[in-house]
Nanobody, 127 residues
């Protein structure tokens, strides 16, 4: 069973920076689709960014140009660099992954196709 561990959430003022991370200790795989998701009270969990082992990235429109999803291969850790944060970025952020052979993210991949999820990290951006 793969367990994703998250860290790096927090509380910042608008314009600030955070860099949540997500790792799967002891689990190394060649193929992956990895995503960061955000959920706010009363709303469905929505995709923020995805990255797959073909190095293809996708971002939701509201974070384009401000957020960057990446992977440190030496540390086997995924990151979401969050710059110029806005109050609307506030929410619980979750990482999720699929490590199936030959997997890729594609467009509009549904949440249930990510078998592994982190515990979530709260991000609060104050104005």
């Amino acid at each position: 069973q793969v367990h994703l561990e998250e860290s790096g959430g927090g509380s910042v003022q608008a314009g600030g920076t955070l860099r949540p991370s997500c790792t799967a200790p002891g689990f190394i795989t060649r193929h992956y689709c990895m995503g960061w998701f955000r959920q706010t009270p009363g709303n469905e969990r929505e995709v923020v960014a995805t990255l797959d082992s073909d190095a293809y990235t996708r971002y939701t429109d509201s974070v384009k140009g401000r957020f960057t999803i990446s992977k440190d291969n030496e540390k086997n850790t995924f990151y979401l660099q969050m710059n110029r944060l806005k109050p609307d970025d506030t929410g619980m952020y979750y990482c999720a992954a699929d490590f199936s052979p030959n997997t890729y993210c594609g467009s509009g991949r549904p949440l249930h196709e990510y078998p592994y999820w982190g515990q979530g990290n709260q991000v609060i951006v104050s104005s």
